[in-house]
């Protein structure tokens, strides 16, 4: 897939290592930004049935005229739609509206833990899997209790867990846990929504250094973690720059200095907290 390395998920599925998110892209955007990331090279796509824009990622890949086998497309189960048929009403409903046979890697996008919904939403996930309908099944936002729920009670390990991590919340012991049960670690907003993080005067520093960009340094500290990273943006330039991060390499030294950034700095909601439907 364009010289994207990949990851092997833990039922053999290979997933590329970057790809392109499209949170709060407005739909009338999508077509245009997803266009773009596929002309740079990227196959990989992470939507969510919440950000509102599926239609819009199913009419640029279907544009694109790239075969099916050769993108991986990833979305979400909303919250309001968990629990077990109203989970796989929630997967055909996406499926059409993003123009696919079948989805690459299907997530339930947070745990609402106070809604009690989510092992059986996880046994939906696992139905679809079965019946050959998504390649492989994951979450998002899950902490190490809800991770250890669904395996203990449902018997299948997630391939994948799509959470908050970058520099200033590195998330080093939700990452050993997922290394001790063969969970992918997927990182959501990998740039800090392009915030104060890009701004930071260490990840400057490295970044003149090897003559690159503070994104492009984030996203390789990235990469050589192993994590998958989905990094967003409409802007043409930036969709290039940060798919241009496979020819320079962070040494052990820039290594110890991003790791000193950590300061359990969350953007989005605590998972253990956020219930909304
Ligand atoms: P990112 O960390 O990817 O940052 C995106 C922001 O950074 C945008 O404002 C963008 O601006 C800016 N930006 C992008 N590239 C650069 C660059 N090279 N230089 C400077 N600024 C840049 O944030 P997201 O929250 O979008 O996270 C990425 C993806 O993760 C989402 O799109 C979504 O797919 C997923 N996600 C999943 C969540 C979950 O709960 N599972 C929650 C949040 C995100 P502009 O677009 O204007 O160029």
């Not at 949170?23 to 740079?40: G, I, M, N, R, W």
């Not at 993003?98 to 989510?118: F, G, K, S, V």
């Amino acid at each position: 897939m364009s010289g994207v390395p990949t990851v092997t998920l833990n039922n053999g599925v290979a997933m590329p290592q970057l790809g392109f998110g499209v949170f709060q892209v407005p739909e009338d955007e999508t077509v245009a930004a997803v266009t773009s990331a596929l002309e740079t090279g990227y196959r990989s796509i992470d939507t969510a049935a919440i950000y509102g824009n599926e239609a819009g990622v199913g009419i640029a890949l279907e544009k694109s005229g790239i075969p099916h086998d050769e993108l991986f497309v990833t979305t979400k189960v909303w919250n309001a739609d968990q629990g077990y048929d109203k989970t796989l009403a929630a997967f055909d409903a996406s499926l059409e509206k993003l123009r696919l046979e079948r989805i690459d890697l299907y997530l339930i996008h947070w745990p609402t833990p106070a809604r009690e919904l989510y092992v059986d939403t996880w046994k939906a996930l696992n139905k679809l899997l079965g019946d050959g309908r998504v390649r492989a099944i994951g979450v998002s936002n899950f902490q190490e209790s809800h991770l250890r729920r669904v395996i203990d009670e449902v018997g299948v390990v997630p391939s994948v867990n799509q959470i908050e991590l970058h520099p200033l919340l590195q998330q080093e012991k939700l990452r050993a846990v997922h290394a001790e049960l063969g969970v992918r670690t997927e990182a959501w907003s990998p740039l800090g929504q392009g915030g104060d993080l890009l701004k930071n005067p260490v990840l400057a520093e490295i970044a003149a250094k090897h003559g690159r960009s503070t994104a492009q340094v984030v996203l390789r500290w990235h990469l050589q973690l192993g994590n998958v990273v989905i990094p967003k943006s409409v802007t043409p330039e930036r969709i290039a720059e940060n798919f241009d991060v496979f020819g320079f390499e962070l040494d052990a030294a820039d290594i110890e200095r991003i790791a000193t950034l950590n300061q359990n700095g969350r953007i989005g909601p605590d998972p253990d907290e956020f219930n909304a439907a």
